[in-house]
T-cell receptor
Framework: KQEVTQIPAALSVPEGENLVLNCSFTDSAIYNLQWFRQDPGKGLTSLLLIQSSQREQTSGRLNASLDKSSGRSTLYIAASQPGDSATYLCAVNGVYTPLVFGKGTRLSVIA | EADIYQTPRYLVIGTGKKITLECSQTMGHDKMYWYQQDPGMELHLIHYSYGVNSTEKGDLSSESTVSRIRTEHFPLTLESARPSHTSQYLC?????????????FGPGTRLLVL
């Protein structure tokens, strides 16, 4: 059974710092890996999607990498801002199978 | 921006009541999902659907039912609410480009069962 682990569970950084969030998964037979953002009491917003054939995806200050063979992904946030404060969730799935989510990393960026 | 809606946004109800959480999307997506999420915890899949007249059970489906009579509508029903059902319920739909699946989430329904 696929399990997704995210480290750290919580992170607090001063504004302007670059930071890395980590995600690991137990079954490397994935097809998609997605990073989501969730604000308190809200739904999820998809940030980046990496297919298994890809190594990384970039969107603005966000960069996600995937090492499928080792079961790892990282989300890099450059020049963090208070508006980046949220919970970041990693999820993986196989072909036409449901996403399996990690518990998330709760990020606080202090002005 | 995704067009997926959930009602009600908040619900407080007594034990034993039957409740239906509504989810609708206007994007024409075939695949839809229901998740349950406790504070600070991961999302657990309750039910999903591949399209009209298709429903599948997830990890936590035993105390709820769903129906998919129309593409845009995927309601979740709890026949007899219990305090253990207190949680946030998130609905999602997804689009495919080949094997690439992107999920879009609704704002969620926060349920409190007294």
């Amino acid at each position: 059974k696929q399990e997704v682990t995210q480290i750290p569970a919580a992170l607090s950084v001063p504004e302007g710092e670059n930071l890395v969030l980590n995600c690991s998964f137990t079954d490397s037979a994935i097809y998609n890996l997605q990073w989501f953002r969730q604000d308190p009491g809200k739904g999820l917003t998809s940030l980046l999607l990496i297919q298994s054939s890809q190594r990384e995806q970039t969107s603005g200050r966000l960069n996600a990498s995937l090492d499928k063979s080792s079961g790892r992904s990282t989300l890099y946030i450059a020049a963090s801002q208070p508006g980046d404060s949220a919970t970041y969730l990693c999820a993986v799935n196989g072909v036409y199978t449901p996403l399996v989510f990690g518990k998330g990393t709760r990020l606080s960026v202090i002005a | 921006e995704a067009d997926i809606y959930q009602t009600p946004r908040y619900l407080v109800i007594g034990t034993g009541k039957k409740i239906t959480l509504e989810c609708s999307q206007t994007m024409g997506h075939d695949k839809m999902y229901w998740y349950q999420q406790d504070p600070g915890m991961e999302l657990h899949l309750i039910h999903y659907s591949y399209g009209v007249n298709s429903t599948e059970k997830g990890d936590l489906s035993s105390e709820s039912t769903v129906s998919r009579i129309r593409t845009e509508h995927f309601p979740l029903t709890l026949e007899s609410a219990r305090p253990s059902h207190t949680s946030q319920y998130l609905c999602a739909s997804s689009e495919y480009e080949g094997y690439r699946e992107t999920q879009y989430f609704g704002p969620g329904t926060r349920l409190l069962v007294l």
